[in-house]
């Protein structure tokens, strides 16, 4: 069964800061991963859509990047803002074409 | 383009009685999903439609909920009879990919906040 693993599970930052979310994943036959937005009271909104033949997406003040051989993927966001402030949730893509999340990082960036 | 559409917003019911939430998919979109988001927990696939076929509905509870995508275009979620556990956010999704197509980016509707008294 797959398991998606996110780390930490929440996090405070001072405004401008860069900061790093971890997404581990244990099923290596993937096609995608996707890292998601959460904001309260909100569905989610998709930032970035890595296939399985990338290493890397890029948009805005955001980067992801995934390493099928170790079953990580990381989200950076560079500069970050008190807008930035939400759930990030990042989902494998597997065979049947279904997502499997992890539970997210809860992010606060401090003004 | 319109986005996913969902409907109640909000629903209290109390256990034991039944609820059904309705979803509207981006239009051209052959894959609808029902997620079950629980506070604190990423959202759990329920089931999976390809037009008006089911693809997946392993972890469907089937004892109480059910779905269905009549014309392959819109969607209904029931629950009968409710638990408390079922107290959940309802998330919609659609996508334009066919399940042996490289994957494509999912869109999510705002959710049907259920609390069961």
């Known amino acids: 069964k797959q398991e998606v693993t996110q780390i930490p599970a929440a996090l405070s930052v001072p405004e401008g800061e860069n900061l790093v979310l971890n997404c581990s994943f244990t099923?290596?036959?993937?096609?995608?991963l996707q890292w998601f937005r959460q904001d309260p009271g909100k569905g989610l909104t998709s930032l970035l859509l890595?296939?399985?033949?990338?290493r890397e997406q890029t948009s805005g003040r955001l980067n992801a990047s995934l390493d099928k051989s170790s079953g990580r993927s990381t989200l950076y966001i560079a500069a970050s803002q008190p807008g930035d402030s939400a759930t990030y949730l990042c989902?494998?893509?597997?065979?049947?074409?279904?997502?499997?999340f992890g539970s997210g990082t809860q992010l606060t960036v401090l003004p | 383009e319109a986005g996913v559409a969902q409907s109640p917003r909000y629903k209290i019911i109390e256990k034991r009685q039944s609820v059904a939430f309705w979803c509207n998919p981006i239009?051209?979109?052959?894959?609808l999903y029902w997620y079950q988001q629980i506070l604190g927990q990423g959202p759990k696939l329920l089931i999976q439609?390809?037009?008006?076929?089911?693809?997946?509905d392993s972890q469907l509870p089937k004892d109480r909920f059910s779905a269905e995508r009549l014309k392959g275009v819109d969607s209904t979620l029931k629950i009968q009879p409710a638990k408390l556990e079922d107290s959940a956010v309802y998330l919609c999704?659609?996508?334009?990919?066919?399940?042996?197509?490289?994957?494509?980016?999912?869109?999510f509707g705002e959710g049907s906040w259920l609390t069961v008294v």
């Open positions: 099923d290596s036959a993937i096609y995608n």
């Open positions: 439609f390809q037009n008006n076929g089911v693809v997946d």
């Open positions: 890595i296939q399985s033949s990338q």
């Open positions: 989902a494998f893509g597997g065979s049947a074409r279904q997502l499997t």
């Open positions: 999704a659609s996508s334009t990919h066919r399940v042996k197509e490289s994957g494509n980016t999912i869109y």
């Open positions: 239009s051209g979109h052959a894959t």
